[in-house]
Structures are given as structure tokens and as C-alpha cells.
């Protein structure tokens, strides 16, 4: 409600405001990049926004019970009218989609009352017999000009850290590097080869694992989760291809070394049976998560790793986190390109890196290679991606027997399960390398030759 015309304001788009925060707390980061609590002229409503971000700060619950609490111990609930306030709040009902229209309400009421107050303070001078007409004008001049350079502060200018923060960022990683005795700064992926050009799996990256159908991309990709969680790391896997406990099996195979056949049939051999059990104890303990995601979006996805990394920061500002969308070619988008799907993919593979790099998590993508053994649908994949690794089977002439034995696909396992994994694209670090692995497909695992 507008107050009179010395005090701008919108006491409906204040309100509007807070009950978004308090209905949806993914949207508190939102409304603090953009508001502060000088922002709300009722002092009912920038109480509460304060009593919000404080408890966002401090890693807190923000409903009812906190800010209540909050208030109280800071002796404001009485003065904004008791819980009820609180209460009466939560029932606005708004749109929450429409946070950033309040938001700017309420960055433009902020503004004229800013104007307001520096035209008051301008005719209190003209008032100043001492005070000259040349001496109004120039402290006119001078605090509107820092009126509009704060305006366009706080509503124009992207977030920018001081170059000497970034260099103490740079050094004190320095350090910690040269204080561990050559260890990887990223999560390892149990390929020694791999980890010693990429640095492992760094957090901000995103690694794309590019194979044609039954080469292994997503078993790779697979065995790089494992040892992230083996390691102490966070994982979670989100696979549009295969519901959540088939995806178990296959890690348990893997980790086990149990032969599928025997899994499918349930006929275990003494070893197997062994494998089984440890591999089901061992994992019991690792922080896994397995989605089943056929009918999600890309934008959900990374919208889930967010809420995902976030709690789990909450608890371990320290961990390490890895994520695999398996895979990016039957990735879904809620944009419309019609038919366009290379711009589609384009949009999935550009959507995963920025996740990445926003919530410095590590991300794999799968991604399927097209007969001319380029990326299927999307050049685009290749531009944002970090590391792309592509799997690929031995040349025919490198093969023993030449091309008449290679094209016979003879059983001989030195030959079929061979496979070459190339580095097509590694940021900061050497490419166009190679390392030869062994792809054993009946437990779904790599082994490095």
C-alpha cells in the first residue's frame, strides 16, 4: 500500500516477497542476490526478510518456528505485532514465479525513497543562509550522481570478486598442492593413466565419455562413480535408460566381480556368492544415490543436484561430490526447439556445465558417437565440455591376425574386449593421449592394461 508521496513504497509486493521465502526457501538465494533489508519500508517485513537471511547464513531452517524464534530472541516479535505477523505472511499465497517482478518493485520504491531523502536533504541546505546557490547546486550534483552509480551497483552489475581475492584463492591452492606430496586435486577414477593428465575429477567440470553402442561409455562412467564413493566422495546417479535397481546390480557386479549370468539366473558360484556379500556390506556404507529419471528434464536434474549438494555442504563444507546423467543423447529439456534436436542437445550439454561449474561438482555425461565416430546430434557437447574422453576398439591392423580376423569378431578375449580410451579434449592439461584398458562386460568393469 502506497503511504504517501515523501515515503514511495508497495507494502503488497513487500509481502509478496516474503511469503515466496517462506512457502519456498530454494528461492532465499534468489531474493538475497537482489534485496537487501533496506529494501522494505515496513519495518513488520524487513524484519522478517532480515531474520530470513540470517538464518540462510547460518545454515538454519527458514519456517515458521526458526523466524519466530529468531524474533524473539532478538526482541522484535512483540514490536511487529506477535506470531500472528508470521503467520499471516505464509497466507499471502503470490505467485512465486513472479519473485523477481516483486523484486523489482521493491529495488525501484528503494530507489525514489533514496531521491526523496536527497531532495529533502537539498531544500534543508537552501534553508542555510551560509549556504550559496553554486554550493546547493554542487551537492545536488554529487549526491544524485551517487545515487545512480549505487543504483546501477546493486541492480546492473554482475557479482565480482577483487583480483587480490582471487589471487589469495590462487596461492593458498598453491600451497595446498605443494603440501600434498603430488596427490591428484581432483577425485580419482581409479585409472591411474587418466588421473595423472586430467588431475581427476575436478569440482566445476564437466567430462563427457563418448563411445558407440556397447562400447563401454556408460560402464566407464560407471566405474568412475564407484571409486569417487570408494574414495569418501558423494555420488549420485541419475540414468534414463535403466530403472534404479538394475542399476544396482550393475555396481554390485562390478564391485563383487560377479559374473551377470549369475545374478539374472541366481545361481551363484562359492566365489560369486563371496563377491555378492562383500560388495552388498562394503557399499552399505558409500553416499550413493541411484535415480530412476526417464521422465525428467535436464533443468530438474541440475535443479535436484543443487538442493542435493547444498544439504549435503550444510553438513560438510569439505565434500566432494559427483554426479552422472546417463545419457546426454536421451536427456529431455523443458525448452522448445521443435525439431531441432541438435539445438536441444546443445542446450542439455550447456545446461550440465554450467551445474557444474555453479555448484563446483564434478558432472560425466555418456554420450553416443555417430558412424563417422563424431558426436551424435550436438558439435556443440564437445565446445562445453572440460574432458572428453572417447572409447573406442583397437584398430584392425593393430589387432593380431590383421582385418580378416578383427571382422570375424573372434572370441579370442585379447582381441574383442580390448579397448582404447582417448583423450579428445582435456582444459589446462595435455590431450590426444591415449591408455589402453580390458572391458570384462560380465561384471561391467574396466581394467586398466
Given at each position: 500500500?502506497?503511504?504517501?508521496?515523501?515515503?514511495?513504497?508497495?507494502?503488497?509486493?513487500?509481502?509478496?516477497?516474503?511469503?515466496?521465502?517462506?512457502?519456498?526457501?530454494?528461492?532465499?538465494?534468489?531474493?538475497?542476490?537482489?534485496?537487501?533489508?533496506?529494501?522494505?519500508?515496513?519495518?513488520?517485513?524487513?524484519?522478517?526478510?532480515?531474520?530470513?537471511?540470517?538464518?540462510?547464513?547460518?545454515?538454519?531452517?527458514?519456517?515458521?518456528?526458526?523466524?519466530?524464534?529468531?524474533?524473539?530472541n532478538?526482541?522484535?516479535?512483540?514490536?511487529?505485532?506477535?506470531?500472528?505477523?508470521?503467520?499471516?505472511?505464509?497466507?499471502?499465497?503470490?505467485?512465486?514465479?513472479?519473485?523477481?517482478?516483486?523484486?523489482?518493485?521493491?529495488?525501484?520504491?528503494?530507489?525514489m525513497?533514496q531521491?526523496?531523502?536527497?531532495?529533502?536533504?537539498?531544500?534543508?541546505?537552501?534553508?542555510?543562509?551560509?549556504?550559496?546557490?553554486?554550493?546547493?547546486?554542487?551537492?545536488?550534483?554529487?549526491?544524485?550522481?551517487?545515487?545512480?552509480a549505487?543504483?546501477?551497483?546493486?541492480?546492473?552489475?554482475?557479482?565480482?570478486?577483487?583480483?587480490?581475492?582471487?589471487?589469495?584463492?590462487?596461492?593458498?591452492?598453491a600451497?595446498?598442492?605443494?603440501?600434498?606430496?603430488g596427490?591428484?586435486?581432483?577425485?580419482?577414477?581409479?585409472?591411474?593413466?587418466?588421473?595423472?593428465?586430467?588431475?581427476?575429477?575436478?569440482?566445476?567440470?564437466?567430462?563427457?565419455?563418448?563411445?558407440?553402442?556397447?562400447?563401454?561409455?556408460?560402464?566407464?562412467?560407471?566405474?568412475?562413480?564407484?571409486?569417487?564413493?570408494?574414495?569418501?566422495?558423494?555420488?549420485?546417479?541419475?540414468?534414463?535408460?535403466?530403472?534404479?535397481?538394475?542399476c544396482?546390480e550393475?555396481?554390485i557386479?562390478?564391485?563383487?566381480?560377479?559374473?551377470?549370468?549369475?545374478?539374472?539366473?541366481?545361481?551363484?558360484?562359492?566365489?560369486g556368492?563371496?563377491?555378492?556379500?562383500?560388495?552388498?556390506?562394503?557399499?552399505?556404507?558409500?553416499?550413493?544415490s541411484?535415480?530412476?529419471?526417464?521422465?525428467a528434464?535436464?533443468?530438474?536434474?541440475?535443479?535436484d543436484?543443487?538442493?542435493r549438494?547444498?544439504?549435503?555442504?550444510?553438513?560438510?563444507?569439505?565434500?566432494?561430490f559427483v554426479?552422472?546423467?546417463?545419457?546426454?543423447?536421451?536427456?529431455?529439456?523443458?525448452?522448445?526447439?521443435?525439431?531441432?534436436?541438435?539445438?536441444?542437445?546443445?542446450?542439455?550439454?550447456?545446461t550440465?556445465?554450467?551445474?557444474?561449474?555453479?555448484n563446483?561438482?564434478?558432472?560425466?555425461?555418456p554420450?553416443?558417437?555417430?558412424?563417422?565416430?563424431?558426436?551424435?546430434?550436438?558439435?556443440?557437447?564437445?565446445?562445453?565440455?572440460?574432458?572428453?574422453?572417447?572409447?573406442?576398439?583397437?584398430k584392425?591392423?593393430?589387432?593380431?591376425?590383421?582385418?580378416?580376423?578383427?571382422?570375424?569378431?573372434?572370441?579370442?578375449?585379447d582381441?574383442?574386449?580390448?579397448?582404447?580410451?582417448?583423450?579428445?579434449?582435456?582444459?589446462g592439461?595435455k590431450?590426444?593421449?591415449?591408455?589402453?584398458?580390458?572391458l570384462?562386460?560380465?561384471?561391467?568393469?574396466?581394467?586398466?592394461?
Amino acid at each position: 500500500m502506497e503511504n504517501n508521496h515523501l515515503s514511495p513504497s508497495n507494502h503488497e509486493a513487500e509481502q509478496a516477497v516474503i511469503c515466496c521465502l517462506l512457502n519456498d526457501s530454494r528461492l532465499v538465494p534468489v531474493a538475497l542476490d537482489k534485496l537487501s533489508p533496506e529494501c522494505f519500508h515496513h519495518f513488520q517485513t524487513e524484519a522478517v526478510f532480515a531474520a530470513i537471511s540470517h538464518l540462510h547464513k547460518t545454515f538454519k531452517p527458514i519456517d515458521s518456528v526458526s523466524i519466530i524464534s529468531h524474533l524473539r530472541n532478538t526482541e522484535q516479535l512483540e514490536k511487529i505485532g506477535g506470531s500472528s505477523v508470521i503467520m499471516e505472511l505464509f497466507t499471502y499465497l503470490p505467485i512465486p514465479g513472479w519473485l523477481d517482478h516483486y523484486a523489482e518493485i521493491l529495488i525501484e520504491k528503494h530507489a525514489m525513497r533514496q531521491v526523496v531523502a536527497a531532495a529533502a536533504a537539498i531544500v534543508e541546505r537552501t534553508r542555510n543562509p551560509e549556504m550559496t546557490s553554486a554550493g546547493v547546486m554542487e551537492y545536488a550534483v554529487e549526491e544524485f550522481t551517487r545515487l545512480s552509480a549505487s543504483r546501477l551497483n546493486s541492480a546492473d552489475m554482475l557479482p565480482c570478486r577483487t583480483f587480490n581475492e582471487i589471487i589469495n584463492d590462487c596461492v593458498d591452492k598453491a600451497e595446498e598442492r605443494a603440501a600434498s606430496n603430488g596427490q591428484i586435486p581432483g577425485i580419482p577414477t581409479g585409472f591411474l593413466a587418466i588421473d595423472q593428465h586430467t588431475g581427476g575429477m575436478q569440482e566445476g567440470r564437466l567430462w563427457v565419455v563418448a563411445g558407440e553402442t556397447s562400447d563401454g561409455k556408460s560402464t566407464l562412467v560407471q566405474n568412475f562413480m564407484e571409486e569417487a564413493c570408494r574414495t569418501g566422495g558423494c555420488g549420485v546417479y541419475y540414468s534414463y535408460e535403466m530403472p534404479d535397481t538394475e542399476c544396482a546390480e550393475r555396481f554390485i557386479c562390478s564391485q563383487g566381480r560377479i559374473d551377470n549370468a549369475e545374478l539374472m539366473t541366481g545361481k551363484f558360484t562359492p566365489a560369486g556368492l563371496i563377491g555378492w556379500q562383500r560388495a552388498t556390506r562394503d557399499m552399505k556404507a558409500w553416499k550413493l544415490s541411484l535415480l530412476d529419471v526417464a521422465d525428467a528434464t535436464i533443468e530438474q536434474i541440475c535443479r535436484d543436484i543443487t538442493l542435493r549438494i547444498n544439504s549435503i555442504r550444510k553438513v560438510d563444507p569439505a565434500a566432494r561430490f559427483v554426479a552422472s546423467i546417463d545419457y546426454l543423447q536421451l536427456a529431455n529439456t523443458k525448452e522448445k526447439f521443435g525439431d531441432n534436436r541438435e539445438r536441444a542437445v546443445a542446450h542439455i550439454s550447456k545446461t550440465a556445465k554450467q551445474c557444474a561449474k555453479r555448484n563446483r561438482v564434478t558432472i560425466l555425461m555418456p554420450s553416443q558417437l555417430n558412424d563417422d565416430g563424431k558426436m551424435r546430434e550436438s558439435r556443440a557437447i564437445g565446445h562445453d565440455a572440460d574432458v572428453v574422453l572417447v572409447i573406442r576398439k583397437p584398430k584392425p591392423e593393430e589387432q593380431k591376425g590383421g582385418k580378416k580376423a578383427y571382422a570375424k569378431e573372434t572370441p579370442d578375449a585379447d582381441l574383442t574386449d580390448m579397448r582404447e580410451i582417448f583423450c579428445g579434449k582435456n582444459r589446462g592439461g595435455k590431450r590426444n593421449w591415449k591408455t589402453t584398458v580390458r572391458l570384462n562386460g560380465a561384471n561391467f568393469q574396466f581394467v586398466a592394461q
